[in-house]
């Protein structure tokens, strides 16, 4: 039996996809589902999605996304090697001037679906916003806030313990791909009762 630990390890920033690989719309639907069923602060619900399986539209999608900012001698996947979707989560704000933790919460809700339906993705900040809304043709009542990337993952992807605080993700040169994690030790503060 998978448990949500268990989709939470598998849940990595993959950046590298089988591009061929089709996400289906209703699998794109079924990770919205997953974040329509989350937590919003104060029950608003100001996130709305664009989802984009389209190849052509990816294409022009790639073009406003930075990747891997550590990975400073890498432009980002290939062709070949790019998301084949994805969802771009928008703030409304008709409903609200800020998405309060609402993005960062549905976003985990969007990865973990998709790893459960056997993709992966990556969460991109990194956009020039206004390229995307000029290709989205978005109202100005939306407002980009992140890209989900979304794909078959084509990387291998390790958890090392993090040391001496270098907490930077890394490559091999065979290209699997290190995410320092800081332990449950350090991460634990004990509890003073007096």
Not at 70 to 94: F, M, V
Not at 140 to 158: D, M, N, T, W
């Amino acid at each position: 039996m998978t448990t949500i630990l268990d989709l939470i390890k598998k849940s990595r920033s993959y950046r590298r996809f089988y591009q061929e690989t089709a996400v289906s719309d209703n699998d794109l639907v079924r990770m919205v589902e997953a974040a329509r069923f989350s937590p919003s602060s104060r029950n608003i619900q100001p996130i709305k999605y664009v989802l984009c399986n389209d190849r052509e539209m990816n294409a022009r999608i790639f073009e406003t996304l930075a990747w891997a900012g550590y990975l400073t001698d890498w432009p980002g996947p290939s062709e070949g090697e790019r998301p084949s979707a994805y969802i771009i989560q928008l703030l409304d704000k008709n409903i609200s001037s800020t998405p309060s933790c609402d993005h960062g919460i549905t976003a985990q809700s969007i990865l973990l679906q998709s790893v459960e339906l056997g993709y992966g993705g990556c969460i991109i900040a990194s956009v020039k916003r206004e390229k995307l809304s000029q290709i989205l043709k978005l109202e100005s009542h939306f407002e980009i806030i992140q890209v989900i990337a979304l794909g078959k993952p084509r990387e291998e992807i390790v958890i090392d313990d993090l040391k001496d605080n270098m907490y930077k993700y890394w490559r091999e040169e065979n290209g699997r791909h290190h995410v320092p994690k800081r332990t449950l030790d350090e991460l634990i503060v004990p509890l003073k009762l007096q």
